[in-house]
């Protein structure tokens, strides 16, 4: 279990990360999120010990993380970091070794995890011949060639096609069975709301939002209400408590600022013809990030 307690980061006098704490369990995903500039990647360099942190503690399974602990840690950096004149082989050897891993378990594991990402093939080619995409499969790969208890995801969809995007969560996802601890930043809110389980969202170094995204969901007061009927917008725009009301060529979606106001949009829905549709539904997580944000968030 990765334990964060009541840490701060200065740069000089600009506080970049402020009281944070929270907590991952092994084999939990854990999502760190925040506009750019909020102090997740500060966060992550504090946790490998790249970086000093001013205050607070950092343990992984009780102990202080220094470098005696680098063979239990993998870390995907948000720059990507390839040594680009390697072919794949000698670039995964070589992170495997200074993991403490011997060359042949390095290869054993390296022959699954292309197979697993389809890129067999690459194995001898140079980094540089390599798609984007597929370099990002190898950084990953060399950020889990070492089976680490912990694992640190700096922004890993980012630049990745869909079908990619997939294949890494469906890695991620084993990875959580194998009982890994697995904390990510991403942009994209869609990916955090797919498997994370927990999330921390962070403003100016400061957790504003901390807890697991079920309840989260639950406990956030706003819903969304989907009609499918003939109905006008002007007929919810004037109830209490309708926040904003959204037609597409689908249905009608009535934002209420708390579910206390979904009767008298129901008592409303009942006034109107050929009703196929009344369902509420929590928010997105990308509508509570944006509330709590308060910014428009864009990739
Ligand atoms: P992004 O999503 O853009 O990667 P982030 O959430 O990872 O952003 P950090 O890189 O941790 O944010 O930066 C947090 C704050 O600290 C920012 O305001 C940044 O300008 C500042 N900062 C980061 N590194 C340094 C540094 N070496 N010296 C001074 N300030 C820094």
Redesign the pocket.
Known sequence: MLKVENVTKY??D?K?VDNLSFEVQDGEIFGLL??????????FRMIIGLLEKNEGIITLNGEKIDYTKTDQIGFLT?ERSLLTKLTVKEQVIYYGILKGLDEKTILERLDYWLARFHISDYKEKKIKELSKGNQQKIQFITAIINEPKLLILD?PFSGLDPINVSQFMEVIKELKKKKTSIIF?S?RMEHVEMFCEKLVI?VH?KSVLNGSLKEIKKSYQKKNIHVKAEAQKEQFEKLKGVVSVEQNAEEMIIKVDSEDYIPKVFEEVKKCQNVTEFRVEDPTLNEIFLDKVGVVYEN
């Open positions: 740069y000089g600009f970049a925040g506009v750019n500039g909020a102090g997740k990647t500060t966060t948000e922004e930043s942009h962070l170094g």
